[in-house]
């Protein structure tokens, strides 16, 4: 099992931007694949981002595909989400993801998720 605490949540305005972090402990970071989801009030629970385990794949949703860029530092155990140009429907709690399947290109799949972090809100005015 893995430990994941998310933080870089906050209140922005629309076209501004914000960097989330995910600091992972517990387990053999650099061999699972790490995502990001989002819950937005009274919406289901979506994908955002995913990345391989060594960083060199990633995935994103269409509807963050250009704005946002998924990275990780191995060395450091921590992922992080880039976010740029940021609109007001990107408005939700944002949780980080673990896999539990090691050695995959990516997780998209919740099914496939063996660890969630607690949560950073994500507050974008307008």
């Known amino acids: 099992q893995v430990q994941l605490v998310e933080s870089g949540g906050g209140l922005v305005q629309a076209g501004g931007s914000l960097r989330l972090s995910c600091a992972a402990s517990?387990?053999?970071?650099?061999?699972?694949?790490m995502g990001w989801f989002r819950q937005a009030p009274g919406k289901e629970r979506e994908f955002v981002a995913s990345?391989?385990?060594?960083?060199?794949?990633?995935q994103y949703a269409d509807s963050v595909k250009g704005r946002f860029t998924i990275s990780r530092d191995n060395a450091k155990v921590t992922m992080y989400l880039q976010m740029n140009s940021l609109k007001p429907e990107d408005t939700a709690v944002y949780i980080c993801?673990?896999?539990?399947?090691?050695?995959?290109?990516?997780?998209?799949?919740?099914?496939?998720?063996?660890?969630w972090g607690q949560g950073t809100q994500v507050t974008v005015s307008s």
């Open positions: 990345i391989s385990p060594k960083g060199s794949v990633a």
């Open positions: 517990g387990r053999t970071f650099s061999n699972y694949p």
């Open positions: 993801a673990a896999s539990a399947l090691q050695y995959r290109s990516s997780l998209s799949a919740e099914k496939d998720v063996g660890s």
